[in-house]
């Protein structure tokens, strides 16, 4: 039986030799080591030779069996290494020629849309002020006109934290008396962009986040004259200078009187297409007269103190002057759409 292990190393080595692949490999190593391999049959009769014998046996035995495992370590690593090479042959890398240009980052649309009209209204006079996300109800509410189960509170679907009168706010107007009790009697002239948060379905027009860009002027002889000066500016500035609009009157608790603004339609020159659903117009911001009530709130004397505000969407108006079909894209980060920008 020693002369068959002698013969096994033999046979095993030869046969390794000339495996030139994996499934060769695999195939040699089910033959040679595997559970129903000879040498493991051999190992097991180990019991049935007299005891003088056995020692000597199971010596070789392992010894046998090691030279075979260590033939297949060395021939996995020569095949590997042989694999490598050829593929270094076969894929040579240049590496004189220049790298790949790494791609540079941008601003996102709403940024971009966001600094756009920050940089208009600065050119008018006006300072940037930035208010918190996280407000009271009377911030959000009360001080602008709405107090308590006024039915207007339900034209904002807002979230509730877990503090009784804490909330995030719906829109950026509670900026309004925050600027207003810091700077009175003095004038002010200031837009407030941020984000705000309404509990809303998420679909192709509305999301649940949003920026919005406020503006407010207040100060003495203010009049609608100037609301709607300021925004004509706007919105020639934004468009072009030879774009047209309209105001239509509206409501809103915290201006009086109020109105929406609308621009021409820039897809169809108000002859009617979908974009503007067959009108002719795009509103793009609603606005009005600061209301007494709001003013006092805020530490004016609206015996002497007039002012105008007004409040837009830039994602609204980067839909429409971009003509972005889904409001869901800005937040979705899909480079395909991003890189447009």
């Given at each position: 039986?020693l002369?068959?292990?002698?013969?096994?190393?033999?046979?095993?080595?030869a046969e390794?030799?000339?495996?030139?692949?994996e499934?060769?490999?695999?195939?040699?190593?089910?033959?040679y080591?595997?559970?129903?391999a000879?040498?493991?049959?051999?190992?097991?009769?180990?019991?049935?030779?007299?005891?003088?014998?056995?020692?000597?046996f199971?010596r070789?035995?392992?010894?046998?069996?090691?030279?075979?495992?260590?033939?297949?370590?060395?021939?996995?690593?020569?095949?590997?290494q042989?694999?490598?090479d050829?593929?270094l042959?076969?894929?040579a890398?240049?590496?004189t020629l220049?790298?790949?240009?790494?791609?540079?980052?941008?601003?996102?649309?709403a940024?971009?849309m966001?600094?756009?009209?920050?940089?208009?209204?600065a050119?008018?006079g006006?300072?940037?002020y930035?208010?918190?996300?996280?407000?009271?109800?009377?911030?959000?509410?009360?001080?602008?006109?709405m107090?308590?189960?006024?039915?207007?509170?339900?034209q904002?679907?807002?979230?509730?934290t877990?503090d009784?009168?804490?909330?995030?706010?719906?829109h950026?107007?509670?900026g309004?008396?925050?600027?207003?009790?810091?700077?009175?009697?003095?004038p002010?002239r200031v837009?407030?962009?941020?984000m705000c948060y309404?509990?809303?379905?998420?679909?192709?027009?509305?999301?649940?986040q949003?920026?919005?860009v406020?503006?407010?002027?207040v100060?003495?002889?203010?009049?609608?004259?100037?609301l709607k000066?300021t925004?004509?500016?706007?919105?020639r500035s934004?468009?072009?200078?030879?774009?047209?609009?309209r105001?239509?009157?509206s409501?809103?608790?915290?201006t009086?009187?109020s109105?929406?603004?609308?621009?021409?339609?820039f897809?169809?020159?108000?002859a009617?297409c979908?974009?503007c659903?067959?009108?002719g117009?795009?509103?793009?911001?609603?606005?009005?007269?600061?209301?007494?009530?709001?003013l006092?709130?805020?530490?004016?004397?609206?015996?002497?103190?007039?002012?105008?505000?007004?409040?837009?969407g830039?994602?609204?108006?980067?839909?429409?002057?971009y003509?972005?079909?889904?409001?869901?894209y800005?937040w979705?980060n899909?480079?395909?759409?991003l890189e447009?920008f």
């Open positions: 039986m002369e068959r292990l002698d013969q096994i190393e033999a046979e095993g080595l390794l030799e000339v495996a030139g692949d499934e060769a490999l695999q195939a040699w190593k089910t033959r080591l595997g559970r129903s000879e040498l493991g049959r051999i190992t097991e009769s180990l019991r049935e030779l007299p005891k003088d014998e056995r020692p000597a199971g070789r035995a392992n010894e046998v069996k090691g030279a075979l495992e260590s033939a297949l370590a060395q021939r996995e690593a020569a095949l590997e042989a694999s490598l050829r593929n042959t076969a894929e890398l240049d590496v220049p790298g790949r240009r790494i791609v540079r980052g941008r601003l996102h649309p940024t971009q966001l600094r756009e009209i920050s940089t208009i209204f050119k008018m006006f300072q940037i930035r208010s918190r996300e996280v407000e009271t109800d009377d911030f959000n509410f009360g001080f602008l006109n107090p308590p189960y006024h039915p207007a509170r339900d904002w679907d807002t979230f509730f877990g009784p009168g804490i909330v995030l706010r719906t950026t107007s509670p309004q008396i925050h600027v207003m009790r810091e700077r009175a009697p003095e002010i837009i407030l962009p941020g309404r509990y809303e379905q998420v679909t192709a027009r509305s999301e649940f949003f920026n919005q406020e503006g407010l002027a100060g003495e002889h203010i009049t609608f004259a100037d000066g925004l004509v500016t706007f919105a934004l468009f072009g200078e030879g774009v047209r609009t105001f239509r009157a409501h809103f608790p915290f009086e009187p109105a929406e603004m609308d621009i021409e339609c897809v169809c020159q108000g009617g979908s974009v659903k067959k009108t117009w795009l509103e793009i911001l609603g606005c009005g007269m600061v209301h007494p009530t709001v006092v709130n805020g530490g004016y004397d609206p015996e002497l103190n007039s002012g105008f505000a007004f409040g837009m830039p994602e609204r108006i980067a839909m429409l002057k003509r972005i079909e889904d409001i869901r800005f979705a899909d480079l395909r759409f447009q």
